[in-house]
């Protein structure tokens, strides 16, 4: 795996062999010592166009435990109005010796054409490109799904089931998950229906139709305008939520619904349509969360909810990315054979 | 206008519209024989070009290039853009608006037509601005751009869409009495903003900002209309999508006086190209479907599409090296046009070389109100205005060989059929051999005597 740039094409093998590294490194996060040696000399730069606390905040985590160099690069705005293009910034990134960068930009594509234009040549890894892939969040969706869904970890709360994760090597098969909210403008919906479905899992997206993209039907995936049909009748695994832009609103004549309350009755999740749910089912959201609009502090707060537990599932998953996108090369630059193998023996290190 | 040449030449075996080989001979800037091989008289003195199965046509005439001059300098000239249009086998340009500053005034669109004649490559007829500076809100002064020494008679404010129906109405009556015509580029605004491509399976994948098919056809389903019912000529710039076709195809059913055109890339590329976010391939409208494509080639050959042309579009590196969002719209294609027809029209049977003149030529001529010097008969005493194509040649398209002055064509990296092997402007090769002719513009002086 050279870059992580979209979930879009994504083989099993290698979700499942990014979920089980994940799994490894989430253990080893556990100890007091957290740190790895495994990336020691190797540089990571966090190239964020776009304003970001958490995802920023866990991938600089992330390269940290494992002992590489990080180096924050933050540009508010476009390349344009920042003056200085993509280009640019990758070249000087190359001739900085970069071995991977993790990009966040506000333009679809961004990450693609970093990993492709031929402007650098070290790793790309895609965290967030505009409404297009955002691979990392998906995955650490997935993981948090198969921990709880398939490995039967329990939420956390004082009493309830094991604290082992019993999952390595399982995928999502038989599940069903709801993603509801903002479709159109999402790069976390984008990237989960393409990953959750190569896993196995059976997708719904539930949203207004406004924010439903033309062209869906391509996807692999049902979707439905109706929230409370889908917990009642599909009766999903998990219920994620997606983030409801305050400009999608307020448009005046090009807001995608009419008013806040409205889109909370239809869409917004609460206790009354968490009750609904089987009693298995977990509540996600990618965060940050408009509390109130698309759900409510009752459903965030829940013992159900899972929120919380995604975030640090965050650090777990990056982890396993750039060490899987990294130390699938030794010193010298030359591919490893078998990556299955590879991961073992340095796992053996860990 | 550039003053006839002085060198006679004689064609030999080629085929007018290709049909049977003829020589023909030119001479004093027009065809002065043409005869079955090895029958026609031919002046000791005149150069002769082996052009044995090579299909000759009349000059090419394009409805819609972007020259950049004034204003974009670092991406076009009118020197290096009409340059470009002879290699691509034209005789004849109309030079959009959008210039900085814009071509809303006589005077600068009198500076564009002296920029052309000056260069000598081609004809350039400055498009006038519909409003003025494109702003969409105040008739720029159309009659006064009618009456320059440049006699603009198509009116665009292209790249905007004139969206006010008021605004619409008003310049379509307005040119009426200078057999004007005004060129619509149809989009609709509030449902493109911020859009970058064709909307649809791909753009919901990549995450692009959809541009509605939608947002093309109800602008021109209303202009149709409203040229019907004050009586103007209408004129819809690249339309792109199936529905156009079908929405023109009724309009020109009903008696509706409207023409419509069609680019080359439009006629080849989809919006699958977009994938890998290489902002070459751009453009405004977006490219669209493999559906669309068929049905633009279908309109093309029926007939219900008039016109090829090119919307050469010429920007810098920096323009397009960057990310898809921050990239400026548009490709080259006065260079490619042609073999595009080619090879969609020609090769696959849908159309005669007689009908390449006809929508490269003939008709964006007629449009333009320029059939007294272009797209005319090949036959004797017209004016040398002459394409030689090799349909035979195939070549590979690179952006940076090409004549125009930026890189962008969304053909690199592809082999293309045919080759345009000389242009005749007036009888004076501004092409010969496949290659431009340099050195060969005309001095100042005989600029001063030239007339139209």
């Known amino acids: ?350 | 206008m550039s003053a006839p040449s002085t060198t006679t030449y004689v064609l030999r075996g080629v085929l007018p519209y290709g049909t049977d080989a003829v020589d023909v001979v030119l001479a004093d800037g027009v065809i002065a024989a043409i005869g079955a091989p090895g029958t026609v008289e031919v002046p000791e003195s005149a150069r002769e070009v082996r052009a044995e199965g090579h299909v000759l046509l009349p000059g090419l005439v394009d409805l819609h290039t972007h020259l950049r001059e004034p204003g974009r300098e670092d991406a076009e000239t009118v020197f290096s853009g009409t340059r470009a249009a002879a290699a691509g086998g034209f005789t004849a340009v109309h030079a959009m608006a959008n210039t900085t500053p814009t071509q809303d005034t006589a005077g600068v669109v009198e500076q564009v037509y002296r920029l052309g004649q000056e260069a000598g490559w081609v004809d350039v007829h400055p498009v006038g601005a519909v409003t003025v500076g494109l702003g969409g809100e105040k008739l720029a002064e159309l009659g006064a751009m009618a009456d320059s020494a440049a006699r603009v008679r198509v009116f665009s404010d292209d790249g905007k869409c004139v969206h006010d129906p008021v605004l619409m109405r008003r310049a379509l009556e307005y040119v009426k009495a200078f057999d004007g015509v005004v060129a619509q580029h149809a989009q609709e605004p509030r449902l493109t903003e911020g859009a970058q491509m064709n909307e649809g399976v791909v753009s919901a994948q990549i995450g692009l900002t959809g541009w509605p098919a939608v947002a093309e056809e109800s602008i021109i389903a209303r202009d149709v209309l409203l040229a019907e019912h004050v009586g103007s000529r209408l004129h819809v710039c690249h339309l792109s999508t199936a529905g156009s076709v079908e929405i023109i195809r009724w309009a020109k059913g009903r008696g509706i006086d409207v023409t419509a055109e069609v680019t080359p890339h439009h006629l080849v590329l989809t919006d699958d190209l977009a994938r890998d976010y290489d902002p070459v391939f751009k453009v405004n409208p977006p490219l669209r479907t493999a559906k669309d494509v068929e049905a633009v080639r279908a309109g093309l050959a029926d007939g219900t599409i008039d016109i090829v042309a090119t919307d050469h579009a010429p920007h810098p590196v920096e323009d397009k090296d960057c990310e898809w969002s921050s990239a400026a719209f548009g490709m080259t294609g006065l260079e490619t046009a042609l073999s595009v027809v080619q090879q969609t029209m020609v090769d696959t049977g849908r159309m005669t070389w007689a009908d390449v003149a006809r929508v490269l030529s003939e008709n964006p001529a007629r449009i333009g109100r320029i059939t007294g010097s272009q797209g005319r008969p090949v036959a004797v005493g017209e004016p040398a205005n002459l394409t030689l194509v090799d349909p035979a040649a195939t070549r590979a398209i690179e952006g940076r060989t090409q004549v125009t002055a930026s890189d962008n064509t969304p053909f690199a990296g592809m082999e293309l059929p045919g080759r345009v092997v000389a242009t005749f402007l007036r009888g004076r090769a501004t092409v010969l051999d496949g290659t431009v002719v340099d050195g060969t513009a005309i001095d100042a002086k005989s600029l001063e005597g030239a007339t139209r």
């Open chain 1, 1 to 350: 795996m050279k870059h992580l740039l979209t979930t879009q094409g994504l083989s099993k093998d290698d979700a499942i062999l990014l979920l089980d590294t994940s799994a490894q490194m989430a253990a080893t996060q556990s100890r007091e010592n957290k740190k790895l040696p495994t990336l020691r000399g190797r540089t990571v730069v966090n190239l964020f166009y776009e304003d970001s606390t958490r995802t920023r905040i866990s991938f600089e985590t992330a390269a940290k435990r494992l002992s590489a160099d990080v180096i924050n690069f933050s540009a508010k705005g476009s390349s344009v109005s920042k003056g200085e293009s993509l280009k640019d910034t990758a070249l000087t990134l190359h001739a900085m010796g970069a071995d991977a960068v993790v990009v966040r930009h506000s333009a679809s594509g961004a990450a693609h054409q970093l990993a492709h234009a031929g402007w650098l040549d070290a790793g790309v890894l895609n965290a967030g490109d505009g409404m297009h892939q955002h691979p990392t969040q998906a995955l650490l969706d997935a993981f948090t799904i198969r921990r709880h869904l398939v490995g039967n970890v329990g939420t956390g709360v004082p009493g309830s089931r094991q604290s082992t994760d019993t999952s390595a090597g399982a995928d999502l098969s038989g599940l069903r998950i709801a993603i509801v909210g903002d479709v159109l403008h999402s790069r976390v919906a984008r990237s989960n229906v393409y990953l959750l479905r190569t896993l196995g899992a059976e997708v719904t997206l539930v949203a207004p139709p406004t924010l439903v993209p033309v062209g869906v039907e391509t996807w692999p995936c049902r979707v439905s305008y109706h929230l409370d049909e889908t917990l009642e009748q599909w009766q999903p695994d998990a219920v994620m939520m997606l983030r409801v832009q305050r400009e999608r609103m307020s448009g005046g004549s090009g807001s995608f619904f009419p008013s806040p309350m409205e889109y909370s009755r239809k869409f917004g999740f609460d206790a009354r349509r968490l009750a609904v749910l089987p009693d298995h089912s977990i509540v996600m959201h990618p965060g940050p969360m408009n509390r109130g609009l698309e759900i409510s502090a009752a459903a965030a707060d829940h013992p159900r909810s899972v929120i919380v537990e995604q975030v640090a599932n965050g650090v777990a998953v990056r982890m396993a990315a750039l060490y899987l996108l990294l130390a699938g090369t030794d010193e010298t630059g030359t591919e490893k054979t078998g990556t299955e193998k590879t991961s073992t023996d340095e796992r053996n290190t860990l």
